[in-house]
């Protein structure tokens, strides 16, 4: 779980675009990863694999979870934590919606690319290994979602993906639902 938490997170967020939905997802397709293990033909087909199990589970989780308040709809007392002041919890809010709304923008395959380098820190390498694609493919992907993006918009999703750390007992809880 561990190993892979950021890189399940990282397509889930693609299909969610809201942090805590996408952690829900990936936690239920890391649960069916483990529980379909004796699925998997070749272990080390493991990473496209796993990819695979999350591509088709986070659809499947907005569908029997359509609970979901649009951003623009939600209270703001709902989007932010109690700690910072109103301002920083109205500014990180617009700050995540904006950055969500532009990875929306993106194609499917470019924004798994730039979750999975920014947020899991992956190599270009082991983000062709986990999406079973080419290096070359990979960095295509990340150079044309760059450039979708432009710099100011990088800036932030780079921000945005990198404080947002799956919390320590997320393995814990992965563990306990199986």
């Not at 805590?20 to 699925?39: I, K, P, R, T």
């Not at 659809?59 to 308040?69: D, K, L, S, T």
């Not at 820190?121 to 990340?142: G, Y």
Request: aromatic share 8%; hydrophobic share 40%; charged share 30%.
């Amino acid at each position: 779980v561990k190993r892979y938490q950021y890189r399940v997170l990282g397509i889930c967020l693609g299909y969610t675009r809201d942090f805590d939905a996408a952690e829900d997802a990936a936690q239920e397709a890391l649960v069916s990863a483990f529980l379909g293990l004796a699925n998997l033909k070749d272990p080390r087909a493991f990473g496209p694999w796993l990819r695979q199990m999350a591509v088709n589970g986070a659809p499947m989780w907005i569908r029997r979870n359509r609970r979901q308040v649009p951003l623009d709809e939600a209270d703001e007392a709902d989007l932010a934590s109690p700690a910072p002041s109103p301002e920083a919890r109205a500014a990180q809010s617009d700050a995540q919606r904006e950055v969500l709304g532009a990875m929306g923008r993106l194609t499917e395959p470019q924004q798994q690319a730039l979750t999975l380098f920014y947020l899991e820190e992956m190599s270009i390498r082991e983000i062709a290994r986990f999406l079973d694609v080419s290096e070359q493919a990979v960095n295509q992907r990340l150079y044309r979602a760059r450039q979708c993006l432009k710099e100011e918009m990088l800036e932030m999703v780079k921000e945005t993906l990198s404080n947002h750390r799956m919390p320590p007992d997320f393995t814990e809880h992965v563990v306990c639902e199986i």
